[in-house]
């Protein structure tokens, strides 16, 4: 008997819950529930995490998690609940698979196949934004090497385990090349220790315009965050439905599985949600822990269930099903089907989870680490870059340099093009004319630009580790 915690949500969770929790009970699911509530009414009774001390308690005690959509409220500096679960828990693997059904759910793409892993923990959603100027906001992307290692090596290890192929790493490290440079430079090196899985890197663009038009060129892909959501969303649709995708959120103690869709609060109430992403989250609960032989028997009788075209709303076609239902009755159908197994589509068979190596994060020794400059980032209203190097260039001792001003990236000075769009948010670049730079000389150059009414809104540290430069150069530089 495993103890697990469930939220029953907002919207349709409470319905797409109670039906998904019915048929694992009548499946044998060997689960004690211990209830707790979160999302709108705890945002709405003043809490803005959405979420009670004592809940969370309850969640960490019991480490299993199966939650049905919750509901942010518009406005009020409410933060994502689900967002601050994945981090606060440590769950930094996101897993959704995402299979057609064919001919029985209809879908372009009849053969896809496609495990999307997703790093859940990190990049732009770290939700550090800043309003700089008037006219520029800021969102930090955080990648970092631990974040990459743990991700990068889940993907492998999932893949080994589940006998997939190949591993794709999608990035857009051709523009950043620091950020999403690290991450295909990391999945590079962990490729190297699974010579049996193919392993492949495609720019993001590209391989998000070859996976919506040719999935069965993937196996198991893995990406930042940012780029995973909407990619993962992108291919539970092209399966046919985003309505049929559960994913499982992995971490090293806690785990949490839910359906990818939202609440649908319109659809509340009505009794005609479809269950499908929650069951199949619930499924691979049952798999996580254990509960093997469950899992496949659900399955089946889903798959058995969706074959016999009793289908709902969201899915239903005139030709293909036979059957429209509500919630409860295709719960009801599911229920009927347990024991039996598809005749078209492939039965699942129960599997057996070989472990997967996924040691602890070791931190590598420290690089040779060396200041060789600073940006200074300016909010001026100007609009000529050659006014601004000449405003900056007094604040300057006799070792220093200004070598570049850009604004949103591009450099406009020195030979900067008349035609370039400046805004009133502007990168100074200086670094020492010797190559030996102080943090002393970033205090002295911000009460240098003080004294001159020079608004310095941040400070951007110029490093070298073991001799390389660890920053970006201007575009055009």
């Known amino acids: 008997m495993t103890t697990i915690t469930v939220a029953k949500g907002d919207g349709i969770g409470p319905e797409i819950m109670d039906a998904t929790l019915r048929i694992l009970k009548e499946a044998g699911a060997q ?42 409220p518009q406005g009020g500096g409410y933060k994502s609940l689900n967002v601050t679960t994945r981090k606060f828990l440590g769950l930094y693997a996101n897993v959704r698979p995402c299979k057609s059904i064919h001919p029985f759910v209809q879908t372009k793409h009849p053969v896809m196949d496609v495990l999307i892993i997703r790093e859940n923990e990190e990049d732009l959603y770290a939700g550090i934004e800043h309003q700089q100027t ?31 192929k190949k591993v794709t790493c999608f990035t857009k490290d051709n523009i950043m090349k620091q950020t999403d440079g690290l991450f295909h430079k990391v999945f590079d090196e962990i490729a190297i220790e699974y010579p ?32 995973g959501d909407i990619l993962s969303d992108v291919a539970a649709q092209i399966t046919g439905s985003v309505g049929l995708a559960g994913s499982a959120n992995i971490g090293e103690e806690c785990s949490m599985f839910e359906a990818i869709h939202g609440s649908a609060p319109r659809r509340a109430g009505q009794n005609v949600a479809n269950p499908s992403g929650l069951l199949q989250g619930a499924i691979m609960m049952l798999n996580h822990i254990g509960q093997n032989d469950v899992a496949a028997k659900i ?23 036979k059957k429209l239902v509500g919630t409860k009755e295709f719960a009801d159908a599911v229920i009927n089907n347990l024991g039996m197994a598809p ?14 190596n996924l040691p602890k994060y070791v931190r590598k020794a420290p690089k040779n680490k060396e200041l060789e400059g600073v940006d200074l980032f300016v909010h001026w209203a100007g609009t000529d870059p050659n006014a601004l190097a000449e405003l900056v260039k007094p604040i300057l001792n006799e070792n220093q340099q200004l070598v570049m001003i850009t604004n949103r990236g591009i450099k406009v000075w020195p030979d900067g093009f008349k035609e370039t769009f400046c805004t009133d948010h502007w990168r100074c670049r200086i670094k020492a004319e010797n190559g030996l730079f102080q943090k002393q000389y970033i205090i002295e150059l911000m009460k240098s630009a003080s004294d001159l009414n020079i608004d310095i809104i941040k400070t951007e540290n110029l490093y070298r580790f073991d001799g390389v430069a660890a920053y970006s150069l201007g575009q055009g530089q």
């Open 134 to 164: 008037d006219e520029v906001v800021q969102c930090l992307k955080l990648i970092s090497r631990p974040g990459c290692e743990k991700i990068i090596r889940y993907a492998f290890e999932y893949a080994k385990q589940q006998g997939r």
């Open 196 to 227: 049996e899985i193919e392993n492949e890197h495609w720019i993001i663009d590209i391989g998000a315009a070859k996976l919506a038009d040719t999935p069965e060129a993937f196996d198991v892909i893995v990406m930042p965050n940012l780029y």
């Open 299 to 321: 399955q089946n009788a889903w798959l058995k269930t969706m074959e016999d075209g009793i289908h709902t709303y969201d899915i239903f076609q005139e030709g293909v099903s």
């Open 31 to 72: 689960l004690k529930i211990e209830e707790i509530e979160v999302g709108e009414k705890v945002y709405l009774g003043g809490n803005t995490a959405g979420i009670s001390n004592e809940s969370w308690d309850i969640i960490r005690r019991n480490k299993i998690f199966l939650k049905a959509p919750i509901t942010t």
């Open 343 to 356: 005749s078209t589509l492939e039965p699942v068979k129960s599997q057996v989870n070989a472990t997967l």
